[in-house]
Structure formats: C-alpha cells, structure tokens
C-alpha cells in the first residue's frame, strides 16, 4: 500500500538523519523532497504546497534546528502534518443515529467497489448489530443479484425490487418497512452507479436522499483514479452534502492522491478503506496509523 509514497518519504526525511546540527537549507531541500513526493504521490498541488509550507515553518523553528535530535522532531511534525491532513487524529467509521434505524446511503461510480463495500460494512457491523443491505438499481438486474449473493455469502439481511419494479419511492419505503418488522437497525442502501456523473443519476440520488433521510451518505471511490476521484467527490457532494469518503483499492497500487487530498479538496473525510476484494477486506480508517505507514 503506498509504497511509493513511502520510500519517497524515507528519501526525504532521510537526508537529514546522520546531519547531526541541521540548517535551514539542510531542511528546505528535505521539504523539497516531500514536495517531489506529494506531487509524484498524485496529492494535489494546492494540498502539497499548503503541506509543506506548514512543515517548513515549522521544521525551521530555532528550537527545532537548535535541538539534539532535530531529525527526529521533524519526523514527528511530518506526522503530525499528515494526521490533521488526513483529518485529524479520531479514527472515522459509520456514525449511528441516535434512534435507529441508522441509514446509510451509498454512492459512487460503476466499477468503484460500492457493491461489494456495502457489504463488507454489513459484515462489520454483524456483531454488534443487525444490519440490512437494499438494492436499489431499477435498471440493472445484474447489480441487484450480485448485491443478493453477496450478502447471502455474508450472512446478513438482503431487500431488493421485485422483477419489473419501476418505483423507486415504493421500494425505499417497503426496505423501511421490511427493515422495521424485523429489527434491523442498520440499512445500507446500495444505489445504482453509472459510468459517468449525469443529471439523471443526481436527480435519483437526491430523491432517495429525500425518502430516506440518511444518517450517512458516503461516497465510494477508486483510489487508483487519483485526483480524477477527488473531483467526482467535489462532483457528488456538491449535490448531496457527503458525510464520508471510502477509497477502495488501497491494496494496489494507488499512489496516494486520492487519500491525501481528499479532507482538504473536498472536505468530506475518509471513514473507511478497501484492502482487498475478500468481504473482509476493509478497514474503519485511521489517520494516525496511515501516517505511521507511510513514515515507515
Ligand atoms: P460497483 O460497480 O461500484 O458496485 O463495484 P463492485 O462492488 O462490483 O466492484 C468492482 C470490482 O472491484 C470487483 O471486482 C470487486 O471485487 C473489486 N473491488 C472492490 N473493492 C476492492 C478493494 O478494496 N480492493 C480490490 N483489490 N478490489 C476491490
């Protein structure tokens, strides 16, 4: 995960270890460097810039420089830089209403992972709660079976239109109902995707959003898209008010941008992860530990 990123990152912070007394050019060359690596890492240029402006600042205190280990305070203030980028040092998962049934609405591209991710949250939630994974594309049978297969492969509750159903509104309200009359207090309504951003898929979403009132509405994206998913993510909640990201496809490649850019694009923040294709695969994200992962 990252892993570009992170030797980058050690390349950076790496020239001033073995310095011993730093100067501020031994440390303006390293924020060059973690510059290099932002950009390189796909981070927007307006978040690297901010960043490393905070970092210089900082690193270039008297008594940073003066100190006996100034390597390392600067390493803890990258950190630090990077927990309150990411958002700040709470770990973020679903907030639940404060009488169920928690709503959570989710919503993305085709191809991003929201199918799969609805389920995955389900299967983490199964503990502690009972919750209730809805279908919610009219047009695309194929989307409502592979959501009812994969909650069936999970275990936990399934409500999809029947064939032919064309009413939207109608079957928000029945998966309410259904999810009352057998106390799941958590549903996590799957909607369609598309392949682009287009005013119809808008209009569907916001009219769910009317139906449901969703405690969550969170957007699923490919981090391997980079800056093109923050942009869909500025996209989506200009129309809808996200109340959280999930990046999906951490474990390939992804260089970075997306995660780190996110917060400060389009301030939504990243509640979860997707670190794989198994229904296990996910993480409730966490600032902190993904800061020390790329620190190494
Ligand atoms: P949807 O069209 O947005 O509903 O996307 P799907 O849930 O159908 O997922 C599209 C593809 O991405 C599937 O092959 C998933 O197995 C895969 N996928 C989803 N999340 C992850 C992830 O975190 N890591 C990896 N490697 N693959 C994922």
């Known amino acids: 995960m990252l892993d570009t990123l992170k030797k980058r990152f050690e390349k950076a912070l790496g020239l001033l270890k073995n310095k011993g007394k730093l100067t501020e050019e031994d440390v303006s060359e390293a924020v060059r460097e973690v510059r ?3 950009l390189e890492g796909d981070v927007s240029l307006k978040v690297a810039k901010e960043l490393t402006q905070k970092i210089k600042e900082r690193a270039t205190q008297r008594e940073v420089l003066d100190s006996i280990t100034p390597a390392q305070q600067i390493q803890a203030i990258v950190y630090e830089e990077l927990v309150n980028l990411m958002g700040g040092k709470t770990s973020k998962g679903i907030v639940f209403a404060p009488k169920p049934p928690t709503v959570c609405m989710m919503v993305g591209l085709q191809g991003a992972g929201k199918t799969t991710t609805c389920v995955k949250i389900a299967k983490k939630l199964k503990g502690g709660h009972k919750p209730l994974v809805v279908a919610c594309d009219l047009k695309r049978p ?13 275990g936990v509750g399934f409500f999809g239109p029947k064939a032919g159903e064309g009413d939207l509104k109608k079957l928000i309200r029945d998966a309410m109902e259904y999810a009352a009359s057998r106390l799941h207090d958590v549903i996590i309504l799957d909607t369609a995707g598309r392949l682009h951003i287009d005013d119809e898929l808008m ?10 009132s969703p405690t969550e509405i969170m957007l699923v994206l490919d981090a391997m898209t980079g800056q093109e998913a923050i942009r869909v993510a500025e996209a989506f909640h200009g129309e809808l008010a996200l109340t959280g990201l999930i990046l999906t496809k951490m474990d390939g490649d992804a260089r970075g941008g997306a995660l780190l850019s996110a917060k400060a694009v389009a301030d939504v923040p990243v509640k979860y992860i997707g670190v794989g294709e198994k229904l296990d695969d996910i993480e409730v994200f966490d600032p902190e530990q993904m800061a020390q992962r790329i620190l190494g």
């Open 142 to 154: 194929a989307a409502v079976e592979q959501l009812q297969i994969l909650a069936n492969t999970a």
């Open 203 to 212: 209009r569907e979403l916001v009219e769910i959003k009317e139906i449901a």
């Open 36 to 38: 290099r690596a932002l």
